[in-house]
């Protein structure tokens, strides 16, 4: 199958770094993810314009429309977390973006993978776009919150606790590493300190007024 030889590719061009990773999850990333990435390369490189970065919580935002801004860029990946776009660096790179929107790390906790990994990477990643593209202005925006008591809701995404520890170290280096902290976290709770039911429909992805709610915020903020 098709898909098969873009896995193959993909995992041979990037073998070394996996290799070299504690708790990766590369070599075991959703067939998705590899046809999003062959979905990307087929695309024509158009610098400066506005990129959206994450898993599937940023994929299934319809940004152009969202935004009025027929150039935005989508770079979510269903099933994406910090290992994966740190593996795909070189294409977001490529774009040299004016503003890049980063929102990752529900995946990593979901896989149980550590606090410190999961910051590590983040910085790491911060780290690589600063230096392969010196003009975008970074956006990290805190990891959103969950509600557990929403039918259908994946119960190994229920990392509250994971979730505000790794959103507190976003906002505390965001001066000392220089990119701009975006605090969606508190933007989204209810009284009880979980997703609002009205932004979701499972307790972990966003609804229609959800992603509304977000571009909101971030006029808001004065980030759009």
């Known amino acids: 199958m098709k898909w098969i030889t873009v896995l193959l590719l993909a995992v041979g061009s990037i073998n070394s770094f996996a290799q070299k990773r504690p708790y990766d999850t590369i070599p075991n990333m959703p067939e ?17 314009k ?3 970065l994450g898993n599937s919580i940023t994929e299934g935002g319809k940004w152009k429309q ?3 801004d027929s150039t935005v860029i989508n770079r979510g990946i269903s099933g994406d977390n910090t290992f994966g776009v740190l593996a795909r660096l070189d294409e977001i790179i490529k774009l040299k973006p004016s503003s890049l929107f980063i929102l990752i790390g529900t995946n990593d906790l979901s896989k149980k ?6 910051l590590e990477n983040m910085f790491t990643i911060i780290s690589k776009i600063k230096s392969g593209t010196p003009k975008t202005k970074i956006l990290i925006q805190s990891i959103l919150p969950v509600n557990e008591t929403v039918e259908r809701f994946p119960q190994q995404f229920n990392n509250s606790t994971h979730i505000n520890t790794i959103n507190d170290q976003l906002a505390r280096y965001a001066t000392r590493l220089r990119y701009t902290y975006v605090d969606l976290y508190s933007k989204f709770i209810d009284s009880q300190g979980r997703l609002d039911v009205k932004y979701t429909f499972d307790g972990l992805h966003l609804n229609a007024k959800g992603y ?12 759009l």
Request: proline share 7%; glycine share 2%; aromatic share 12%.
């Open 113 to 118: 993978i550590p606090d410190e990994v999961v």
């Open 32 to 48: 998705h993810y590899w046809v999003r990435m062959e979905k990307f390369k087929k695309e024509p490189v158009v610098p400066g």
């Open 66 to 68: 969202l935004l009025k």
């Open 212 to 223: 509304q709610h977000w571009v909101e915020v971030l006029k808001e903020l004065k980030h």
């Open 50 to 52: 506005i990129v959206f």
